[in-house]
């Protein structure tokens, strides 16, 4: 009898000891997922809680996107409640939640949601992108007609409330409301009368099938830039954002007639309290003395200024003691400061008193506010929210206003001062002032070509 031996090592157990036991590695596993699902969570809710964000969308609020990443959402909070819902249950509750179909719908769900957690990748789509697919809507032309047609007000079934809403007379419920009415019943309904019974036979074409539907229209008022707040946004343009307590600039310049703007004579302030301070009557002053009266000198030797300045509180310098309603306690307690009426000396020498009461400043006899105006408008059109390019572009925008269009506010400023020194109340001196500004066609064969076109679109 013989025996042979294996210098080779026997195979490894089929049980064996492990580092960590499996009940503990599966725990810390699914506790990794859950907080990867609740940061990706967390994510997309500050994306859809964003009306920004939702409106860069491909399609804004009701578009396909936006409907894919709420069912994203459905589908981790489901997750993530108290319930312990699989991913195969969540998936298919979401789908038909959000107008999938159950079987195939829930499975892209499920893709969506695993690529989300993962990546933060948002689902693509292929809709519009077919070599077949063309929109009428995609014409320039089109385009801009139904642009003029909604800008008409011509949809409005009730324009009395228009025009309380557009003029901020409506409770904020109710604005909120009836903007959304008009944004999804009104407009839409509106616009698809036009199309289908002006534009398509504008351009030789007929209605198919049951025409356009309103969600279309939807869509066509969503990329117009029209939205349920009621407020326009042109392609390639940001909205309006309000006005809020950040960091601001402040300009005080002049002009005259005869040079137009004179930037040697500005002066630029950066205000607020943990900055430059605020403009005030001091330094309005101080720039007069120091720029400009060198600078009118420099231009005009020789020549008397005769400034023009409107009733503004950075242009008022007062005593300690001046009846101001803005320092006066309004409250039961506390000290209430000695305040006196103010006066002045007139041409006789005469002690004349002023009472609390100051003539209205209005832009129609103050020609500055239109060039205001004209350099906000500009701002506007080349803004990124930013302040330094704010501080960028404010020398090109008050550059841009030529020294013609000033003269001619500055013209149309001392026609409304005559009117209303003839005695005339407001819509009889804008009648008087339009009479110089209007042109008017007496021709009654033929028009210009410039109003042919303006009433085409």
């Not at 590695?25 to 859950?34: G, L, N, P, V, Y």
């Not at 020498?349 to 209205?360: D, K, L, S, Y």
Request: glycine content about 8%; charged content about 30%; proline content about 4%.
């Amino acid at each position: 009898m013989s025996t042979s031996s294996d210098s080779t090592s026997p195979p490894p157990r089929k049980r064996r000891r492990l580092d960590e036991p499996v009940l503990v590695t599966r725990s810390r596993q699914q506790e990794t997922a859950k907080a990867a699902r609740q940061a990706a969570y967390k994510d997309l809710q500050r994306i859809l809680k964003s009306q920004k964000q939702v409106l860069e969308l491909d399609g804004g609020h009701n578009g396909l996107l936006s409907s894919r990443l709420r069912a994203i959402e459905s589908t981790l909070r489901l997750m993530l409640g108290e319930g312990k819902v699989g991913m195969m249950s969540a998936s298919r509750t979401a789908a038909l939640a959000h107008g999938f179909a159950m079987e195939w719908g829930s499975r892209l769900v499920r893709a969506w949601t695993q690529r989300w957690v993962r990546d933060r990748e948002m689902p693509d789509s292929r809709r519009s992108q077919h070599s077949k697919v063309h929109s009428i809507f995609d014409d320039p032309a089109v385009s801009a007609a139904v642009r003029s047609y909604l800008r008409s007000n011509k949809w409005s079934i009730d324009p009395g409330k228009l025009k309380q809403l557009v003029n901020n007379e409506l409770d904020p419920k109710t604005a909120r409301e009836y903007a959304e009415h008009i944004t999804t019943k009104e407009m839409p309904t509106g616009l698809r009368e036009y199309v289908e019974t002006t534009l398509l036979p504008r351009l030789q074409l007929k209605k198919t099938g049951k025409g356009f539907s309103l969600s279309t229209m939807r869509r066509v008022l969503i990329r117009e830039g029209f939205t349920k707040k009621a407020s326009w946004v042109y392609k390639g343009e940001q909205p309006l954002l309000k006005k809020g307590v950040g960091q601001g600039h402040h300009r005080s310049e002049f002009l005259n007639v005869v040079d137009g703007h004179m930037p040697e004579a500005g002066q630029g302030l950066d205000y607020g309290k943990n900055h430059e301070g605020f403009w005030n009557g001091h330094l309005f002053v101080e720039q007069l003395q120091k720029k400009f009266i060198p600078a009118f000198e420099r231009r005009h030797p020789g020549a008397v200024a005769v400034l023009w300045i409107d009733h503004s509180q950075g242009h008022a310098a007062w005593p300690g003691d001046a009846l101001r309603a803005s320092e006066m306690n309004f409250r039961a307690g506390g000290a209430q400061p000695i305040m006196r009426v103010g006066w002045y000396t007139d041409s006789d020498g005469e002690r004349v008193a002023q009472p609390m009461i100051f003539a209205a400043n209005h832009a129609q006899i103050n020609f500055i506010e239109y060039f205001w105006g004209a350099v906000k408008r500009y701002l506007r059109e080349n803004c990124d929210y930013t302040f330094k390019t704010l501080k960028e572009n404010m020398p090109k925008a008050m550059a841009s206003v030529s020294v013609e269009l000033i003269r001619k506010w500055e013209h149309r400023a001392w026609r409304f001062i005559d009117a209303y020194k003839s005695g005339l109340a407001a819509n009889e001196a804008q009648r008087r002032v339009k009479e110089f500004s209007s042109r008017k066609y007496k021709s009654h064969r033929r028009i210009t070509e410039r109003v042919a076109s303006a009433m085409d679109a």
